[in-house]
């Protein structure tokens, strides 16, 4: 098989495994882990930007498939189900030197890149969730409070429980099992 085809046929199935895993309920109250956030971040700092944004794609279309989508407008539902789950493929711009001290048996430094990657990827996809919530979801803000602030709290903390929980799951998959990370010749 190509190397190109198997990168691609790794992007579908991780962003298949990201939709399975947002299935595991994980919260507290009203703020929830994104439990899919992880397969993605992994996904994008084993490839790279062009195939993370690809399989955070298929995550968010995914929802459709699934009947997860909360729809009350096309532009809504672009940011929330499209741009958003795309931008986790961010993470996959620190992929190079990421896996160039997981090469180097560098643990410290890989974290390092693991942690900027996973707040740069999350918090991409947080802001767009963020800015659709005051947009389109601001009316259900409790009377009197902003629906900026109002957003910045649900999405905010939604966005911070999750980059938590995908930092700490890196931490362990670093230390035990850092060739996850690598394929083909860069073993």
Known sequence: MSKNLT????AAIMGALASVLSLIPLGVGWFSVSVGSIALVVY????????????GLIWGLMHFALGNVYYLS??????????????VGFAGLLSA?????IRRKQTGQAFFYAVMATVLGIGIRYIWHYIAGFLFWGSY?????????YSL???GSAGLMTGAFVIVLLFLLIQTGPKIFLVGNNK
Not at 7 to 10: A, F, G, I, R, Y
Not at 74 to 87: G, K
Not at 97 to 101: C, E
């Open 44 to 55: 994008a700092l084993r490839r790279g930007f062009i195939p993370g944004l690809v399989a």
């Open 74 to 87: 096309v532009p809504q539902v672009l940011i929330e189900y499209v741009l958003a789950f795309m931008s």
């Open 7 to 10: 990168v691609w046929l790794e």
């Open 141 to 149: 803000a409790p009377e009197g409070q902003s629906p900026y602030l």
């Open 153 to 155: 709290i649900v999405n």
């Open 97 to 101: 030197p990421f896996l160039a001290a």
